[in-house]
Each structure stands twice: as structure tokens, then as C-alpha cells.
């Protein structure tokens, strides 16, 4: 089976930078998705790392250890719109369709 | 390019009633995957398929059936509602070891 492990809030400020991390111990893994879902939406797609190391992207990096079973996102310069709800999810083969989420940590910005 | 499309949108059923949710996606994937996502929680897996005519159980399948007899429709059957499936249900799409786009969900209330 597959246990991720997520906090459930954070409160970050304006400007500033926030790590939102993501256990996970599994019985096989292939690759770990963060996802941004805003209330009442649809989760979109962030990062997707398969390989140990930092992956950045703009404003927002995603770190993997395969071998510490960790993740985390890194967002910075902090928007009022970065304030969402963020999904760490594993995929256990090559399968993207059959990945386990975590419960999702909930990122308040404030002024 | 409509992407990953779900009907209905909201849905109120009395106990003991079944319906169908109806999912398509018109990007070829051969990935596809319906999640429930209950208050403050993450994505729990339904039922998913690995192509047409392929369809496996995920972490919650009781209560819940599904087919897949072309790439672009994946219908979710409740095959007699209870007060427990109130919930927010997604639909998903992707390819092999890629993101999984989602549909905008169908928010179910079992009275």
C-alpha cells in the first residue's frame, strides 16, 4: 500500500517564500505529481518528479529523495492567488492514472 | 480542444437510486481515472482503466461500477446511492508516466 503524508495548513505572507513538504512510503514507486487545486476547482497539474533533485519551474520548484521517501514544493515571491489547497500524489508504476493523494495542504497568503 | 468534460454538475439523489456520471476527454488518452474527494481530504481512487475495454479497482471501488467501451467515454455507475457517496467526484485523463488532467466535477448530494 501507499501512505503519503502532508501538513494540512500552512500561512505564509505576501512576497515571502514557503516549503510545503510530502512523505511517502510505498510498495513501488514510479514518479510523485504536486497538483494546485483552488476551492471549488479542479486539481491542475504543477510539477512531476521521477529522478532525486530539484526541478524549477518559475515561481515554483518541486525536490525529490527517492531514497528518504520525501518531496517538497517550494513557492516563491507569494501571491494572493497562490492561496490553494496543494496535492502531493504517488505513482506506484508507470501508470499516471493510479496515483495515491495525500489529504492536501492548505496554503493561506496573506497581505 | 474541450479536454476532459463531466455531466452532471451538481446531483441530488434520495437513498436506494442509482445514476450514471458521464466523463469524456477528446485528447486520445489512454488513461482514465475517477476519484472522490470528500471535505478537507485529498483524492481517494475509484475506478480506473488503462484503455478501452480495461478497467481495474482503486481504493474505494464498493458501491461503484465502471465501463470503458471507447478511448474518450468513462461513465461512473452508482448502483444504489447512499448518504456515504455525498461527495465531490472527479474524472481524470493522462498518458503513461504524464500529468492527469481533470474534469470541473460533479459535486453528489445522497439524501
Known amino acids: 500500500g501507499q501512505n503519503i503524508d502532508q501538513p494540512t495548513e500552512m500561512t505564509a505572507t505576501e512576497g515571502a517564500i514557503v516549503q510545503i513538504n510530502c512523505t511517502y512510503q510505498?510498495?513501488?514507486?514510479?514518479?510523485l505529481f504536486w497538483y494546485q487545486q483552488h476551492a471549488g476547482e479542479a486539481p491542475t497539474f504543477l510539477s512531476y518528479n521521477v529522478l532525486d533533485g530539484l526541478e524549477e519551474k518559475g515561481r515554483f520548484s518541486s525536490f525529490l529523495s527517492r531514497s528518504k521517501g520525501y518531496s517538497y514544493l517550494l513557492l516563491k515571491e507569494l501571491q494572493m492567488k497562490d492561496s490553494a489547497s496543494y496535492l502531493c500524489a504517488v505513482t506506484g508504476n508507470t501508470n499516471a492514472g493510479k496515483s495515491t493523494f495525500g489529504d492536501g495542504t492548505t496554503l493561506t497568503v496573506k497581505p | 480542444n474541450a479536454g476532459v468534460t463531466q455531466t452532471p454538475k451538481f446531483q441530488v439523489l434520495k437513498t436506494g437510486q442509482s445514476m450514471t456520471l458521464q466523463c469524456a476527454q477528446d485528447?486520445?488518452?489512454?488513461?482514465m481515472s475517477w476519484y472522490r474527494q470528500d471535505p478537507g481530504m485529498g483524492l481517494r481512487l475509484i475506478h480506473y482503466s488503462v484503455g478501452a475495454g480495461i478497467t481495474d479497482q482503486g481504493e474505494v471501488p464498493n458501491g461503484y461500477n465502471v465501463s470503458r467501451s471507447t478511448t474518450e467515454d468513462f461513465p461512473l455507475r452508482l448502483l444504489s446511492a447512499a448518504p456515504s457517496q455525498t461527495s465531490v467526484y472527479f474524472c481524470?485523463?493522462?498518458?503513461?508516466?504524464?500529468?492527469?488532467?481533470f474534469g470541473p466535477g460533479t459535486r453528489l448530494t445522497v439524501l
Open positions: 485528447m486520445n488518452h489512454e488513461y
Open positions: 510505498t510498495s513501488g514507486f514510479n514518479g
Open positions: 481524470a485523463s493522462g498518458r503513461s508516466g504524464d500529468e492527469q488532467f
